[in-house]
């Protein structure tokens, strides 16, 4: 009993592609994914920054457990790279976590271009799109894989700022469902993530602010906003052998954001 509990979370000998990771979410994620043993490629537009995240997790774990690759979700000609140099480093991909996402505008969809609304869905469900086909074929010939969406509560209210952002996660969701009927045979399991107000550059607007920050949060259950590592452990859950009978399903994680919104 004590060994497969001490097995259950452990990822040694996977290989995983996280994007969006040179920060946030992204990189908590990363790091706890290299920590419970898997080897990590950290994905963002900036190689500097991945290369900072990539060296501090190789220094915190001992071995040469990261890897940095710069890729621009928008193009699918860098998505294929990104699979590319991930087999050429650590081989076939088991785990990928799709969290780099985008939000170019802020106000009423009345109001949002043309060129904003593409530039949402080509970052927030088409690079996922391609990305989880692109390594699929990959993770049937090993068995069995995971792939993660990093989706938001976004998905699940409207939003007078950023409705088109909700609009995608809310895509991602049927995604994911959509993907976990497609490849269940295969073994490979798709689900999502759901995130509530983390404190992320990303949300930043939200918590900047020390005297917004406490408005908002202490309407919260929990009374607080999240931390990058809040969203970590459920990655390693859905990556592990701890979520292997979980797939097409989502996970939120949002302080009691939604559960207790009659009080905001």
Known sequence: MSDFANTLFDLSG??????????????AIARRLAQHGA???VSSRKIEACQEVADAINEAEGREAAFAVACNISHREHLQQLVDATNEKFGDVDILVANAAVNPAFGPSKDITEEQIDKIFDCNIKANHFLSHMVAPQMKKRGGGAIIIISSISAFVGNPGIG???VSKAADLQMARNLAVEYG????RINCIAPG?????FAEALWKDPKTEEFIAGKLPLRRFGEPDDIAGAAVF???????????QHITIDGGTL???GGM
């Open 259 to 261: 559960v207790g919104m």
């Open 14 to 27: 996977k290989t995983a592609i996280v994007t969006g990771a040179s920060r946030g979410i992204g990189e």
């Open 164 to 166: 088109m952002y909700g």
């Open 197 to 201: 107000i983390v404190k992320t550059y």
């Open 185 to 188: 045979p295969d073994k490979i």
């Open 39 to 41: 080897d990590v490629v």
């Open 238 to 248: 859905l990556a592990s052998d701890a979520g292997k009978w979980m797939t097409g």
